[in-house]
Every structure is written in C-alpha cells, then in structure tokens.
C-alpha cells in the first residue's frame, strides 16, 4: 500500500488497488503514515512565476499552508517520493539541493535523493520539467531522463489548467513504483 498526498478526486490516482488517495477533502498535511507517499503538494505558491504573482496580487512566496513541509516531512518519515515543479523555491527553503538531468544527486545532509525529469517523456503534451525528491534505499538507476520538445503549439498556455496540471498515467506509474522501492531506515526501537 502506498499513500498518494495532495491530489484530485477522482483523478489518476482514485480506484487504484494499493493506492490510498488524499485529495483537499481529507488534508494530507494531516497524514501520519505507516505507508511510504507519493506527495504532489500544491505548487502555486512556489513555482517559477509565484514571485511575479506576489507583486502583482500579494499572495506570497511560499504561502502554501505548510502543505509541501507536510509533504516533505512524509517523505522523509515514511519513504517515496515528493515532486514538484523544475525551479520551484520550496528546494531552496528547505534545504534540499537542485538537481539536474540525466541521474540522480544524494541529498548531502540528508536521506533523500534528487533528480528531474520532464513528464513529457511520460506522455504529457508539454515539456512539464519536474524535480523529484526521493527517499529510499537507493533510487532506480533508470528513468527516461529525455526532454522532449512540447507537442503544444505555443506552449502550455495553451493548454487548458486541468491538462496542465494532470499527471500522465506512465508518470504516475513511475512514481508510484517508486514509492513501493522505497524503505526509509528504521528507526532503532523499530522492527521490519
């Protein structure tokens, strides 16, 4: 079993076997295991453009309701996987390092791994460049780090939000097996 954190009713992840979905309703940042996560926390507020959204109309950086601490907190308790945009500020507010294409990068002061891909390698219509932060054992040393050139004339803005924000079901396969891989250490008073 694995918990998926942050994402919609009756989105890619509802009705699967295995799969325990936390949508807005029941508040992931409330989650307390015991099973490892894929953690898709809300990225508005961290993304490339939340700056210029923070001149323009106040709300600010990083405002998020301690939705991708929470996530990040799963995932360093429980095991999986936590993605978010390419260049999103949460990285550098907590911590974590930037990763970079074509492998993966241990987190030097902690337990977790990082690496991007682009889901269009996973079947989404834009390039959707995406950092991904694992803890586990070891990451697979295998993932389609491609970049595939976006197959939306102009660009995701001319997408419409749901397709934007949608996860491709191949991408969500990935994240979901990673999140199986993955065996956070145990703790000393703890057994297997």
């Not at 934007?164 to 956070?184: E, H, K, N, Q, Y």
Request: hydrophobic share 35%; aromatic share 12%; glycine share 10%.
């Amino acid at each position: 079993m694995i918990a998926a954190l942050y994402v919609q009713r009756e989105g890619c992840y509802w009705g699967l076997d295995g799969v325990d979905p936390w949508d807005e309703e029941r508040d992931a940042r409330t989650y307390d295991g015991p099973w490892p996560v894929v953690a898709h926390p809300p990225c508005a507020r961290w993304c490339a453009f939340a700056p210029l959204v923070e001149m323009r109309h106040g709300r600010k950086l990083g405002d998020d309701h301690g939705t991708f601490q929470a996530a990040l907190e799963a995932v360093r308790k429980w095991g999986g996987v936590l993605e978010h945009p390419a260049r999103s500020y949460a990285f550098q507010r907590f911590g974590l390092p930037s990763p970079t294409l074509n492998g993966w990068s241990q987190d030097l002061f902690g337990s977790g791994w990082v690496t991007e891909v682009c889901q269009g390698a996973y079947g989404h219509r834009a390039q959707k460049r995406t950092w991904l932060y694992y803890v586990g054992e070891n990451p697979p040393h295998r993932l389609d780090w491609r970049q595939p050139r976006s197959v939306v004339f102009g660009g995701v803005e001319h997408m419409g939000h749901a397709e934007r924000m949608a996860t491709p079901v191949a991408f969500r396969d990935l994240l979901i097996g990673l999140a199986r891989l993955s065996r956070p250490a145990l703790k000393e008073n703890e057994t297997e």
